[in-house]
């Protein structure tokens, strides 16, 4: 029941969730604070069997916003889970220990973004060259 | 004519290099081997080697990293080369212009002799591109 | 056992240079795989803030020809999920069938690179050969072969005539006898039952390990497609079904390709005869759009397209995020191809059908000694030479 994921996500985190909001039935946003992201996400793929989508990032000028989207196919429902972390110190614990198909975003969102993954097996660069000058991230809002 | 241009125009020996391309240009250019157009019937073979090509068909804008590669691909295609941009990408950049990870558009980087626009240009355009191409070779 | 290897693909051979994918092999297994990306990044995302929602559609429809109505389908879902558009019933009709044309020409276009791959050249003309009427109809209805800029925010640009309906119809119709001609090639043909079978599987533990998606998940036995999985446009209001195979290996994924294509003429011939009797409009006529974030997909031809845009309620979004199916299906060739040969190296990789150009640069590496070797031609020659022996072995082809 598509209700049914959200309690237990709700049961299980009821305090680190700073809020929950059900655009839809088959789309809710989760806001959590950056050091519990990787339980919520443990959770998520291995408990409930979420499918790992993608890694989304924002730059919103106060703060760099991470959204990791999975999907519950049996229902059809997309679940995002949404932290902020600091601009001038932008640093979160990677999920790749936990799922390898996140790998190659967390790669590229540090990049992009300039966002540290701690632990990540291989953070490099994945799409610009190796020219490309360090300390200027594509997708900042400068 | 001399000998190499009068070998030139009767077997055109083509390379295929797609820079950052959504290959449809790219599939379009292997359509025109397929048997509904056919090209191989013109003597035009597509090559695999650079150092065999008498004309490199371009796709794609081109990023950094394609960049570094076009430029040596250039340098090891034997004189003379002609290059042919195909496609609104590969002549103009198109709407990728402004993009941060863009070198330019190949007439930036390296001479271009022939410019088929088209986003993908059909495959009868091409034909007549290489045709108009020829024929300006035959004329010197 | 060292060989000299020489980094090159089929159409762009350069010596010493970076490559889409490295093979580093001992003697004929591959060991490791590294994958270099980067060459077709084209800063869409960043473009894509400095243009209209309309502007968009244009500029995401290019992140891939193949499959370029899928990117717009994944953006109109999105920018509909956000603003909560309802579409216009005839539209959705018009939206599947562009969404399942492009299916049959995507995958008739995979059929003849695998073919080509494994030797079987005829096959590789033919299917070619029967992707054209595809086109054809596509330039009749959109006005081009490829990027046929069908979506809108709310609706589609063009109307489907009913004059049109019959073509459309028979041409999907007279595929029919194309499609079994091929299931018969690859699935009574014995030679490549012994050249695909157990050849660069993938388990049901990788696909959710690496969240692969389309025929690439759903040839091991993992049944997820979101046209029914979180229904969009027409697909719930018309009858077809997921395809699915339990192996995971390549000749499983060409069998999953082969037999959606009979499910999209289906849908194709169930949302035409809705079309003769929905009429209506075809666009919402979506005037603004409200601050707020959605979240669209489409099943590509590859597998999900994602898209998340976010909007501050200007008429330009403030992000735009784009995630196409083989970013998640590549990464699962470090599964499929290693520990394989490196004459299967070709048909693998080809068998998460990847943007087409990145199989093109292929490079082997010799553990031993480090040194580049075999060209990706060469490979696609090994590739080729095994299916040839393995007709030898079965008496097909006199030696």
């Known amino acids: 029941m598509a209700e049914g994921i959200l309690a237990k996500i709700k049961g299980k985190f009821s305090w680190q969730i700073l809020n929950i909001f059900e655009k839809s039935l088959r789309r809710a946003y989760i806001d959590l604070k950056p050091e519990n992201i990787k339980e919520v996400v443990e959770f998520i793929f291995r408990r409930l069997g979420a499918r790992f989508v993608i890694v989304s990032a924002v730059d919103t000028r106060n703060a760099i916003e991470i959204l990791y989207h999975f999907s519950f196919d049996s229902v059809g429902k997309i679940v995002t889970l949404r932290t902020k972390i600091d601009r001038q110190n932008p640093e979160i614990e990677s999920i790749t220990p936990i799922i390898k198909g996140a790998e190659w975003i967390e790669r590229e969102i540090y990049e992009l973004l300039g966002v540290r993954f701690k632990n990540h097996p291989n953070l490099k660069r994945l799409l610009l060259a190796e020219d490309w000058p360090e300390g200027k991230y594509p997708l900042r809002r400068e | 004519m001399d000998l190499k241009t009068k070998a030139l125009t009767k077997s055109i020996w083509v390379f295929h290099f797609a820079a950052a391309s959504c290959n449809n240009c790219d599939i379009e250019i292997l359509d025109a081997l397929t048997p509904r157009f056919d090209l191989e019937r013109f003597g035009i073979l597509l090559v695999g080697s650079i150092r065999h090509a008498d004309v490199i068909l371009a796709t794609g804008a081109i990023s950094h990293k394609a960049a570094i590669r076009l430029k040596r691909l250039y340098e090891q295609a034997p004189k003379p080369c002609l290059v042919v941009a195909v496609g609104s990408c590969a002549c103009s950049m198109c709407i990728f212009r402004d993009s941060y990870n863009m070198a330019g558009p190949f007439d930036g980087l390296v001479p271009v002799h022939a410019y088929i626009p088209g986003c993908p240009p059909k495959p009868e355009a091409m034909i007549m591109g290489v045709v108009k191409l020829i024929k300006a070779l035959k004329k010197g | ?399």
């Open chain 3, 1 to 399: 056992m060292a060989k000299t290897i020489i980094p090159v693909g089929p159409y762009h051979p350069l010596q010493e240079e970076p490559e889409f994918f490295k093979l580093i092999v001992e003697g004929e297994k591959v060991l490791q795989l590294e994958i270099e990306l980067g060459y077709n990044h084209r800063g869409i995302e960043k473009i894509a803030e400095s243009k209209s929602y309309d502007q968009v559609l244009f500029l995401v429809e290019r992140v891939c020809g193949i499959c370029s109505t899928s990117h717009p389908f994944a953006s109109v879902n999105a920018v509909e999920d956000l603003a909560d558009i309802k579409v216009p019933e005839r539209a959705l009709y018009i939206r599947s069938i562009i969404g399942e044309l492009e299916r049959l020409h995507s995958h008739l276009l995979w059929l003849g690179l695998a073919g080509h791959f494994i030797g079987y050249n005829t096959v590789w003309m033919w299917a070619w050969r029967y992707r054209e009427p595809v086109l054809d109809i596509f330039e009749k209805i959109t006005g081009n072969r490829q990027h046929y800029a069908m979506m809108k925010v709310g609706g589609v640009r063009r109307d489907i005539e009913s004059d049109d309906i019959p073509e459309i119809w028979k041409m999907v119709d007279g595929l029919l006898p194309v499609l079994d001609m091929f299931k018969g090639v690859v699935m009574d043909d014995p030679v490549i039952h012994a050249r695909l079978k157990g050849v660069g599987i993938l388990t049901k533990e990788d696909v959710f390990e690496y969240g692969a998606l389309g025929p690439t998940a759903r040839a091991s036995g993992v049944a997820i497609d979101v046209r029914k999985d979180d229904p969009y446009a027409a697909y719930p209001l018309v009858d077809w079904q997921v395809i699915t195979q339990e192996e995971g290996d390549v000749f499983a994924k060409a069998v999953v390709r082969i037999l959606e294509m009979y499910e999209s003429v289906k849908i194709i011939k169930g949302c035409l005869d809705k079309l003769k009797v929905v009429g209506g409009e075809i666009d919402a006529k979506v005037k603004e759009i409200p601050p707020g974030e959605g979240i669209g997909r489409h099943e590509a031809p590859r597998g999900e397209v994602f898209h998340y845009v976010r909007s501050d309620g200007s008429n330009r979004p403030v992000r735009y995020k784009i995630r196409a199916p083989s970013y998640m299906n590549v990464p699962t060739n470090q599964k499929s191809v290693v520990g394989g040969t490196i004459s299967d190296a070709t048909i693998t990789l080809a068998a998460v059908d990847p943007c087409y150009c990145c199989t093109e640069r292929v490079a082997v590496v010799d553990k031993k000694t480090g040194k580049k070797g075999l060209t990706g031609q060469d490979l696609i020659k090994l590739s080729q030479e095994k299916t040839l022996k393995i007709k030898r072995e079965m008496g097909r082809i006199r030696v």
